[in-house]
């Protein structure tokens, strides 16, 4: 039973321009919330996606979007990047409705913005 | 301003020891979970504490809710080498936020 997975798993960018981050959740699970963490910081929730649609958004700036696909596989967009966007994306799945559910997360993406 | 504060920020501690951690806020939670993260990894799930009160124990673990369901305490009794990493409590409200993490480092 596959978990979480995220790619890539490291990136190198320059400032300006665009990434997208791609998260499968693990098998039975429809929610996908995306996070933000900075090197010694927790993770700061971004947004979260059910039914191919933002269901709860972070304060994050709208540069950072997102997309839910029909098999339930998520991307995590961010356009014009700052050096401060250099961090880990987290990707977490659960399963709707049930907010009292383990999040189950992958390995992240390490984003680097040069 | 983080939601869920945690403390210490830091811990070094001798295999052997006792210690606490704690996670703070002011908001109301319809639960709590603690995470460990371990370097290039991503966060794991030890327990989640629903009912105001409720003390879960996981082997050497012992963790704790408010009455209020406002704050909650991570014990490790007896600490080992592998207990070591990021401690991170996370509070349901709409989705899950996270504190800022303690880092416990236990030495041989």
């Known amino acids: 039973d596959a978990g979480v997975t995220q790619s890539p798993t490291h990136l190198i960018k320059t400032r300006g321009q665009q990434v997208t981050l791609r998260c499968s959740p693990k098998?039975?699970?429809?929610?996908v919330s995306w996070y933000q963490q900075a090197l010694g910081q927790g993770p700061q929730f971004i947004f979260q996606?059910?039914?191919?649609?933002?269901?709860q958004r972070g304060n994050f700036p709208d540069r950072f979007s997102g997309h839910q696909f029909p098999n339930y596989s998520s991307e995590l967009n961010v356009n014009a990047l700052l050096l401060g966007d250099s961090a880990l994306y987290l990707c977490?799945?659960?399963?709707?409705?049930?907010?009292?559910?383990?999040?189950?997360f992958g390995n992240g993406t390490r984003l680097t913005v040069t | 301003t983080q939601l869920l504060e945690q403390s210490p920020q830091f811990l070094s501690i001798q295999e052997g020891e006792n210690l606490t951690v704690y996670c703070n806020s002011s908001s109301v939670f319809s639960s709590l979970q603690w995470y460990r993260q371990e370097p290039g990894e991503g966060p794991v799930l030890l327990v989640t504490v629903v009912t105001g009160g409720e003390v879960k124990k996981l082997k050497r673990l012992t963790f704790q809710f408010g009455d209020a369901r406002k704050d909650s305490s991570l014990h490790i009794t007896a600490a080992q080498p592998g207990d070591t990493g990021l401690y991170l409590c996370?509070?349901?409200?709409?989705?899950?936020?996270f504190g800022a993490g303690t880092r416990l480092t236990v030495k041989p």
């Open positions: 996370a509070g349901a409200r709409n989705d899950m936020r």
């Open positions: 996606y059910y039914e191919e649609e933002e269901r």
């Open positions: 977490a799945s659960s399963a709707y409705g049930t907010y009292n559910s383990p999040l189950h």
């Open positions: 098998s039975g699970h429809d929610t």
